[in-house]
Nanobody, 126 residues
Framework: QVQPVESGGGLVQAGGSLRLSCAVSGVPFSSYGMGWFRQAPGKEREFVAAISYSGHSTYYADSVKGRFTISRDNARRTVYLQMDSLKPEDTAVYYC???????????????????WGQGTQVTVSS
């Protein structure tokens, strides 16, 4: 099964930037789409961004479109999330996971996934 290890979180002021990384093992990385998700205190986990196995296609939640950029390096088995113009409402634990299927419906299939990594905490101060 997929074994993601997220890193790169931290404390940043509103308007700042962070770059998250997720190193993946346990699956043939270059054959899977990858997604970033986040969970704020007291809220359900939500979809943030997805990228196709090749890296040629991406898909974003409306709340982060134009501010976040997802990318991947198949040679390094790593997916990234560049987060710019951060807002306090972006504060959450961020997770990644692997998936096969259309990017736009990744949030549906991953809702039933049993395994998630430890995530990385992102805190945006106002």
């Amino acid at each position: 099964q997929v074994q993601p290890v997220e890193s790169g979180g931290g404390l940043v002021q509103a308007g700042g930037s962070l770059r998250l990384s997720c190193a993946v093992s346990g699956v043939p990385f270059s054959s899977y789409g990858m997604g970033w998700f986040r969970q704020a205190p007291g809220k359900e986990r939500e979809f943030v961004a997805a990228i196709s196995y090749s890296g040629h296609s991406t898909y974003y939640a409306d709340s982060v479109k134009g501010r976040f950029t997802i990318s991947r390096d198949n040679a390094r088995r790593t997916v990234y999330l560049q987060m710019d113009s951060l807002k306090p409402e972006d504060t959450a634990v961020y997770y990644c996971n692997a998936d096969r299927g259309p990017l736009a419906t990744m949030y549906i299939r991953t809702a039933t996934y049993d395994y998630w990594g430890q995530g990385t905490q992102v805190t945006v101060s106002s």
